[in-house]
Nanobody, 123 residues
Framework: QVQLVQSGGGSVQAGGSLRLSCTASGGTFSSYTMGWFRQAPGNEREFVGCITRSSITYYAVSVKGRFTISRDNAKNTVYLQMNSLKAEDTAVYYC?????????????????WGQGTQVTVSS
């Protein structure tokens, strides 16, 4: 059983930055693809990006160039660095893991999920 515990988030003004962390326990972190998703009120959960076990990253068009995903296998942690934040980035952000070699933008592919953390961007 893999457990994912998220930290970071909060409130920031438009144009600001935040970093989210997600620390895994109970599994072999280095073998997982780690994804980030977000869900705004009234919206479906949407893909933000992911990083494969080989540290290849994929991003949604809406965040590409502003968000960066990285991982530290020694710390069992994946990060989501969010820069140039916009009001439309406001959502609850979730990390998730799946034990496959490639990336996936489909939430149904992921086996384990973090508890979610609120990110609020004011304009």
């Amino acid at each position: 059983q893999v457990q994912l515990v998220q930290s970071g988030g909060g409130s920031v003004q438009a144009g600001g930055s935040l970093r989210l962390s997600c620390t895994a326990s109970g599994g072999t972190f280095s073998s997982y693809t780690m994804g980030w998703f977000r869900q705004a009120p009234g919206n479906e959960r949407e893909f933000v990006g992911c990083i494969t076990r080989s540290s290849i990253t994929y991003y949604a068009v809406s965040v590409k160039g502003r968000f960066t995903i990285s991982r530290d296998n020694a710390k069992n942690t994946v990060y989501l660095q969010m820069n140039s934040l916009k009001a439309e980035d406001t959502a609850v952000y979730y990390c998730a893991s799946v034990r496959v070699p490639g990336g996936s933008n489909w939430s149904g592919a992921y086996d384990y999920w973090g508890q979610g953390t609120q990110v609020t961007v004011s304009s």
